[in-house]
């Protein structure tokens, strides 16, 4: 079997925003790997975003995002919600880097304004960070690990956590939940 990304405690992942506010373009690096921690996001489809999917035409940001089927992996359109946490760091970004033309990409990159991040490109990106905030293990895929794993860690069901990943199969969710100390002393206490 293939070795999984890695799930971040709490202290990996301040320590990886805290070496992303030391480099450029730290607002939008922010961003778009909380995307991926926060609602759980894959790397092609934080790089698929574009302006009008995260804001409405009234220009406020929306509640859900909206990915259609070609924006998925598994060709399936599905919905994220952007919890207050996650859009607050979309509202600090568009501060930032305000909405250009409604198709645009939402992340730009400094070589392609407008066409912004492949998958590709956007996955080394965050090999790149992990590696020098010094996360050992960690991937493109670590945030969306991190994401389900801290949500069946608080008892969230894994029917819901299924949901949320846009993932066809209970089998494939189970397999991104990372067991820990701390949620098996919990468990006992139950009893």
């Keep these: 079997m293939p070795k999984q990304a890695k799930t971040l405690t709490q202290p990996e992942l301040r320590r990886v925003l805290d070496y992303i506010a030391t480099r450029p373009h730290a607002v939008r690096n ?8 926060y609602a759980g996001m894959r790397v092609g489809e934080v ?29 399936h359109g599905r919905v994220v919600f952007v919890s207050a946490k996650l859009k607050r760091e979309l509202q ?3 501060g930032s880097h305000p909405q ?12 392609r304004s407008s066409s912004g991040f492949s998958p590709n490109t956007l996955t080394q990106h965050f090999h790149y960070i992990y590696r020098h905030a010094g996360i050992e293990g960690a991937s493109s895929h670590s945030g969306r690990r991190t994401f389900i794993t801290n949500l069946a860690s608080k008892g969230v069901g894994v029917r819901v956590l ?9 089998g494939t969710t189970q397999a ?5 100390d701390d949620m098996k002393r919990r468990a006992v206490e139950m009893v």
């Design 162 to 170: 299924m949901s949320l990943a846009g993932h066809r199969h209970i």
């Design 100 to 111: 250009t033309k409604p198709d645009d990409k939402l992340f730009y990159t400094q070589k």
């Design 176 to 180: 991104y939940i990372d067991v820990n």
């Design 30 to 37: 922010r961003a778009m790997l909380l995307m991926t921690h």
């Design 47 to 75: 790089a698929s975003l574009r302006y009008v999917d995260v804001i409405d035409a009234g220009g406020q940001l929306r509640d859900e995002i909206r990915l259609d089927a070609a924006q998925t992996k598994g060709r």
């Design 92 to 94: 600090t970004y568009l």
